[in-house]
Structures are given as structure tokens and as C-alpha cells.
């Protein structure tokens, strides 16, 4: 399986890169999963609806999935990478 440039930041700094299988975002027009070659999108992070419903970003590698809680930023997709610039983000 051909790898995706994954890149996670925060205001404070890179929190993620790496090569990767896929990611799944949760978009403001929905959640979209990206692998290698997908077609170049920029989306809004969604928001949380309440509390007892945060936002989680997945990054899948190697049958690993790391879950992360984001909030507020965007996502911007290319057929070779995912980047996603979060306000707020924590590793679960």
C-alpha cells in the first residue's frame, strides 16, 4: 500500500508527522477517510456538538489506529499528503 505524508499541528508546534495508510477527518460537510492519490480538497474541522461528542481525528498505520481529539482548523489534502492545522489537539 503506497504511504500518505501525514502532518498534525497545533499553535504550539508539529504534534504528528509521518508516513501513513490513512486518515479519517471529521469535516464541517462530514467525516471522509484519505488514502494515497486522493483527490486535493481543502475542509473545515467540525465542531463538537456537545460535550459527550468531541471531535476525533484517526490516523491508521501498520493496522495501528492512533485517535487524536481536535478542534477548531482545517485540513487540506493532496494526492501525497494530509496536513491538518488544528486549534486544539489531544492524543487519546
Known sequence: M???QFELVS???SVLSAQVDSVRV???EGEFGALA???PLMAIIATARDADSPVILE???DGTIS???IEGGFVDVTPLSVSVL???ITKL
Do not use: F
Request: net charge positive; glycine share 4%; hydrophobic share 15%.
Open 59 to 61: 490516523v491508521s498505520n
Open 86 to 88: 488544528a486549534t486544539q
Open 67 to 69: 485517535q487524536y481529539q
Open 11 to 13: 499553535p504550539e508546534g
Open 26 to 28: 471529521p469535516s464541517s
Open 37 to 39: 492519490r486522493h483527490s
Open 2 to 4: 503506497t504511504k500518505l
